[in-house]
């Protein structure tokens, strides 16, 4: 054995010993390059659903094996025309630690920013904003949910870099850095986007619930909880902490212009969400903040549940719009809260309304809970009269209750003021 081999094979000794006594191990699957010499669809092969599949493998990188099922898009490795390639993830992916070994950490390079997947099993919790899983678990499986109902959400994966550690029976706990305490939505609501938060419940109202989002509001403000699949029900009064991500629902209807789109907070759901960390009273009736039009046309108002008196209610092509000192919001009935048989004004009648107030992408929104026509006219005093039980009025035709604040009123079909 010539000297060059000797050193050669002292230090092949010396970085398998490192190794060995090391307990953690990155393992590094390369889609980009290609490590795994997998077969790799081309635009060509497009209408091809067999080219490129995985689906079926057991694609082994170190101490872990990737294996996945098809989902609403077909789970294939993908070569663009520029010569980009990538997997595809259109369903679910597992990642398994061999026996003795535990997923600690994995970290995700994408292509043009398509990452939709969602942690669903496994004992961790996943940023999907910096593409990174943490936690302690032998095997992790990811779901792209999304891509059964939107157009392009299959996540683009160049790289995926899987860390692994001896195994324990430890319960993977998150680190109490990794969790922000906070104690109001409001706080929640100034977050950074993509902060995992444990957030207090104190007395917090759910205004209303569609197939996907609860609306939910305490003294400070208010949040979407937007894919949080907790059975909440309008009129719930939720007590005690949540732990979930800081989300958002961004719209910029034209990117080329100056006018910053707009933000709607969202509570989203985390690996640790669940209802067992608060308690629910049911049935309540809720309570509507009252708002001048122009004090309620603002983005800091999402999901609260808000009342605006003496609109004025008008149809103008498929949009309803309620008016007041010259400005407007849409209204709906989306959420299907108005009575049955209950019909939208549509040439500028006066009503109060109560709804969540909300933005769709394009404008904002309320999502009617409550309407109720108003008089426009006093029609039933009789001005020879002079009752002391009878009905006050305002000078808008609504009628009084209790103690009168200052202003100008109609009794017996007489003004008087009040100072």
Request: glycine share 8%; with cysteine.
């Amino acid at each position: 054995m010539n000297i060059i081999t000797k050193f050669g094979a002292i230090a092949l000794m010396c970085a398998w010993q490192l190794n060995a006594s090391a307990t953690t191990q990155e393992n590094l699957y390369d889609f980009a390059n290609n490590n795994l010499n997998l077969e790799v669809a081309t635009p060509s092969d497009w209408e091809d659903p067999t080219k490129g599949v995985i689906s079926g493998q057991e694609l082994r990188q170190g101490d872990v094996v990737l294996t996945s099922v098809d989902g609403a898009k077909v789970n294939r490795m993908w070569r663009t025309n520029a010569g980009v390639t990538y997997l595809q993830v259109g369903g679910k992916i597992t990642i398994t630690a061999d026996e003795g070994r535990a997923i600690i950490g994995i970290t995700f390079t994408v292509q043009n920013y398509k990452f939709f997947l969602e942690a669903q099993e496994g004992n961790g919790s996943l940023d999907a904003n910096s593409y990174v899983w943490t936690g302690n678990s032998t095997a992790i499986t990811f779901d792209n949910e999304n891509a059964a109902n939107e157009y392009n959400t299959q996540s683009l994966l160049l790289t995926m870099t899987v860390t692994t550690d001896d195994a324990n029976d430890e319960t993977y706990t998150p680190d109490a850095a990794t969790y922000v305490d906070v104690n109001s939505i409001a706080e929640f609501n100034a977050l950074e986007v993509g902060t995992l938060a444990k957030l207090s419940l104190n007395n917090a109202q759910v205004n209303g619930v569609d197939w996907s989002a609860a609306f939910v509001e305490d003294a400070t403000g208010a949040v979407e909880f937007d894919g949080i699949n907790l059975n909440l029900e309008r009129g719930d009064i939720l007590n005690g902490y949540i732990y979930v991500k800081r989300g958002q629902f961004y719209f910029d209807e034209d990117p080329d212009d100056d006018v910053p789109g707009r933000e709607r907070p969202q509570a989203t759901n985390d690996a640790l969400t669940s209802a067992d960390t608060f308690t629910m009273t049911s049935g309540n009736e809720l309570q509507p903040t009252v708002f001048t039009m122009g004090e309620l046309l603002n983005d800091a108002n999402f999901s609260k549940l808000v009342a605006l008196n003496n609109v004025s209610i008008t149809l103008n092509g498929r949009f309803y719009y309620a008016e007041a000192d010259g400005e407007q919001v849409r209204v709906n009935d989306m959420l299907g809260y108005l009575p049955q048989g209950t019909e939208i004004p549509q040439n500028g009648e006066a009503c109060n309304i109560t709804g969540i107030f909300s933005w769709n992408g394009m404008a904002y929104q309320i999502y009617l809970t409550d309407l109720e026509l108003t008089p426009t006219a006093i029609t039933t005093v009789d001005a020879d009269t002079n009752d002391s039980q009878a009905p006050v009025y305002d000078l808008m035709g609504r009628r009084m209750h209790g103690a009168l604040p200052a202003g100008i009123y109609i009794k017996n079909g007489r003004k008087f003021i009040v100072r």
